[in-house]
């Protein structure tokens, strides 16, 4: 229990810290599932089991980004809190935690606009500090109550399902029949998929996506390492710039 407990507490105040927006290269890094892994690893002891959810989990958020004005489809943040400490303390298959994060993941786009919501208080309230020049009072508009709020808002959801979550995780894996239990590790086994989706439809180009398919069969059908293909696709990369592209450009 007592394990349990400062469990949440670290996970609570992680999923507070990494979406105070310090920076979005040092912000965008913590909420990734695999660095959530890797603290969650930390914290249990259990570090091959936290990276392996929480790498399972990166690639469902693989091709997350910010619409135009900021929003997110999904919250990884939220998803990976939950889903990894949860999923480790009761010996979940990285498949059955991928359907436990998706929900809060969605779950977490929803806190994300009470965050802003609040925050258009202290915006109003900062422009009359501007009008007279307060400086102090720009500051704490600007940073100190929204990040009380925030904590507010985030700290209590992370903290409360990770304490209780646990046993309970572990009473539904019991009653879920075998058949559904399956059902929930094929639905995990596709998300992943869903996330090189995303990413191929955000690099938009759609003559790279035989490269794509030709990496995928190398890996599944050759059994080739990840590595060793990845070298090898640098490798054909820099070949078709060179004698390909890079012949066009000039011409």
Request: proline share 5%; charged share 10%; aromatic share 14%.
């Amino acid at each position: 229990m007592g394990n349990t407990l400062i469990i949440a507490i670290c996970m609570g105040l992680y999923y507070w810290i990494c979406r105070l927006r310090f920076g979005y290269t040092f912000s965008s890094m913590l909420l990734q599932p695999v660095v959530i892994g890797i603290f969650v690893g930390v914290l249990s002891g259990k570090m091959v089991e936290a990276m392996q959810i929480g790498a399972a989990l990166q690639l469902v958020y693989l091709g997350v980004t910010s619409t135009p004005g900021g929003n997110v489809p999904n919250d990884p943040a939220l998803a990976g809190c939950i889903a990894i400490p949860i999923g480790v303390l009761s010996g979940m298959s990285p498949e059955v935690a991928i359907t436990l994060a998706v929900p809060f993941g969605v779950i977490g786009v929803f806190v994300d606009q009470i965050r802003r919501t609040t925050n258009t208080l202290w915006v109003h309230k900062a422009d009359q500090y501007a009008e007279e020049g307060n400086s102090r009072g720009i500051f704490t508009c600007a940073y100190i109550l929204p990040t009380i709020v925030g904590f507010i808002i985030r700290f209590p959801i992370v903290f409360v399902i990770d304490f209780y979550g646990v046993e309970f995780a572990k009473q539904v894996l019991t009653m879920i029949p075998d058949w559904l239990l399956h059902s929930f590790e094929v639905m995990g086994g596709i998300l992943p998929a869903l996330g090189f989706a995303i990413t191929l439809t955000v690099i938009g180009k759609k003559q790279l996506i035989p490269f794509f398919i030709i990496g995928f069969f190398m890996v599944k059908y050759f059994s080739l390492d990840v590595m060793a293909v990845a070298i090898f696709a640098v490798a054909t990369a820099s070949l078709l710039y060179l004698f390909l592209f890079r012949k066009e450009e000039i011409s």
